[in-house]
């Protein structure tokens, strides 16, 4: 996130149906079928992850990926759909069916937020810091954060779909930067991607902290963040 009194700024990143990465995105997915989302338990997760990734593989991040499908965000939910049905070995489902996934997972109730992160984010913004979310994710999402009480938190909400361009490349970082007035190195970018958001927030010139809930990263939840970044100032 950018932007602070201060100068400095914390930014977290939320990736299309991952585990709402950073402040108020940093949410888990309930299980409900079939869903365009990345963030499903278990072997589905897996399946949905590599098939948004592969229907995205096409674009570069230079262009969004859902701004460059043909249909939209809906038509790329769409496809990711179809790709989980085919690899899992089952039948399609309905078009219908995916405009109602499409709409549930717009809403709080298909969310549930990870407990550290509130505290964390208060913690945080006591501190003076200015907080952003940078995220490749739809038209839904700050409709989402509004709906989970989160978007009131944070100074800036930068979407990979309203601003055409996606993480890794450095003119989304750019825009956050741009947006709440403060310069790439005084930022720290929080996100649960190596490429996409550590080597993609240093290539910009901010700084970055890798999250990994299974441990292997610089944090494996929030609620540690607060000291991490006053020890990076």
């Known amino acids: 996130m950018h932007g602070a009194p201060r100068g400095e700024a914390e930014e977290e990143q939320h990736e299309p149906g991952r585990e709402a990465g950073g402040g108020g995105e940093e949410a ?3 299980g409900h079928g079939s869903e365009p989302s990345a963030a499903a338990a ?6 949905a992850r590599c098939a948004a990734d592969g229907s995205a593989a096409g674009e570069a991040p230079a262009r969004d990926r ?3 499908h043909p249909g939209g ?9 179809d790709r989980v049905t085919d690899l899992a070995g089952v039948e399609r489902v309905s078009p219908f069916a995916v ?3 499409f709409e549930h997972f717009a809403r709080a109730e298909a969310w549930r937020v990870y407990p550290e992160v509130p505290a964390a984010l208060d913690r945080l913004a006591a501190r003076g810091l200015a907080l952003a ?6 038209e839904r999402l700050p409709r989402l954060l509004a709906a989970l009480g989160f ?14 361009v996606e993480k890794p490349h450095r003119r989304i970082f750019e825009i956050a930067a741009e947006r709440l007035g403060v310069a790439p190195d005084r930022i720290v970018h929080v996100g649960d991607r190596r490429l996409e958001d550590v080597e993609g927030a240093e290539a910009a010139g901010l700084r970055a902290l890798w999250l990994d809930r299974g441990g ?12 991490r970044i006053a020890a990076l100032a």
């Not at 965000?73 to 759909?81: I, K, P, Q, T, Y």
């Open 99 to 101: 405009a109602e996934l």
């Open 73 to 81: 965000a809906r038509g790329f939910w769409r496809d990711v759909v």
């Open 42 to 47: 278990g072997g589905r997760g897996r399946l």
């Open 151 to 164: 978007a009131e938190r944070f100074a800036a909400i930068v979407v990979s779909a309203e601003v055409g």
């Open 133 to 138: 979310v940078v995220s490749n994710w739809d």
């Open 216 to 227: 292997g990263g610089d944090l494996a939840d929030l609620a540690a963040l607060p000291e």
């Open 28 to 30: 888990r997915r309930r």
């Open 66 to 68: 859902f701004a460059a």
